[in-house]
């Protein structure tokens, strides 16, 4: 074969893999579980109305099915209580995640808040065959959500979600949830915290949490590099979970619980590239985005949609 036509051939195989569709499957889960607010947030639906299908498709990704929009049955809409409605909605949630799994899909979760974080762990807790995997947990929050109600200053259920997901706590939160067995401390890692309550301080010293920083998320360091291959050396797949207020304030203006100091949303979907590059990161969660009234300039809903496309980046790229 002459030199300049292995040269197109090698071109157009690059070219075509860099353009290699990334399947996408998304997943709204609105129930947030808190109590004298709307049970249904309208966070999900938010980020959905920016034309979330067509930039997926923008952005090199192909999604496997409608994007899904999780409600509780209308035998569990019978059931009363905030946070046991929440679980079983999680439990749905689990359902919905568990039925597209494969080794080359990418899982988006647009949650009403970090309460949502209990369904995607269950749902990845099985893959297609429905084998057992070991599930690792990347949370990315200006804050631990590590409380237990013993140590919580604010009693919010939004502020114990990875200590419930560990079995410190609200066991039937977690076991509605769908998730039986709780994640091994060593499975979990935090990212970019910098707000915790002081018993909750406690708690992260007492069990010597794994974390990243946010200038090691701003500088792709080797430390945040080292903990993301660590942790996927230790499990079968892992979920990258983000709350928005991890973010510069500047990008989440509608957010009660914003913290100074965060990166920038182009910050962490480079960092997100980096994470998503590894096989066995399968899953993202965006929770907690400040929508309509509360996002009038729509930066919110730019920053979540840079992360989505941050991840699909990552995929693209291994």
């Given at each position: ?9 090698f071109a157009g195989f ?62 569990q809409d019978k059931q ?90 609200l066991h039937n939160v ?145």
């Amino acid at each position: 074969m002459p030199r300049f036509l292995l040269i197109a051939v090698f071109a157009g195989f690059a070219t075509a893999n860099a353009m290699a569709e990334v399947r996408v499957d998304v997943i709204k889960q609105p129930y947030s579980g808190s109590r004298n607010v709307p049970e249904l947030s309208i966070n999900p639906d938010y980020i959905h109305a920016a034309g979330l299908e067509r930039l997926i498709e923008s952005w090199g990704g192909k999604l496997v099915r409608p994007i899904q929009d999780i409600r509780l049955s209308e035998e569990q809409d019978k059931q009363y209580g905030a946070w046991n409605r929440l679980a079983l909605a999680n439990a749905n949630f689990a359902e919905s995640v568990r039925a597209t799994q494969s080794d080359d899909l990418l899982t988006v979760g647009l949650e009403a808040n970090c309460n949502g974080l209990l369904g995607m762990l269950a749902g990845l807790k099985y893959d297609s065959a429905g084998n057992a995997q070991r599930v690792g947990l990347v949370f990315i929050d200006a804050h631990g959500d590590f409380n237990v109600p013993e140590t919580t200053l604010s009693g919010m259920l939004g502020g114990m979600p990875v200590a419930i997901a560990a079995g410190h706590a609200l066991h039937n939160v977690r076991t509605t949830s769908g998730l039986s067995e709780p994640l091994p401390m060593s499975d979990i890692v935090w990212g970019g915290v910098r707000d915790l309550d002081p018993l909750e301080a406690e708690r992260f010293h007492e069990y010597e949490v794994q974390q990243f920083s946010v200038d090691d998320i701003r500088q792709l360091s080797a430390s945040l590099y080292s903990e993301i291959d660590e942790l996927a050396k230790r499990v079968d797949v892992v979920y990258v979970h983000i709350d928005m207020d991890v973010l510069d304030p500047a990008e989440v203006p509608g957010h009660d619980l914003r913290v100074a100091s965060g990166p920038t949303s182009k910050e962490l979907a480079a960092a997100l590239k980096l994470m998503f590059k590894n096989p066995k990161v399968v899953a993202l969660g965006i929770a907690s985005t400040p929508a309509g009234p509360l996002d009038p300039q729509g930066v919110s809903r730019q920053a979540a949609l840079n992360l989505i496309e941050g991840a699909i980046n990552g995929v693209q790229a291994r």
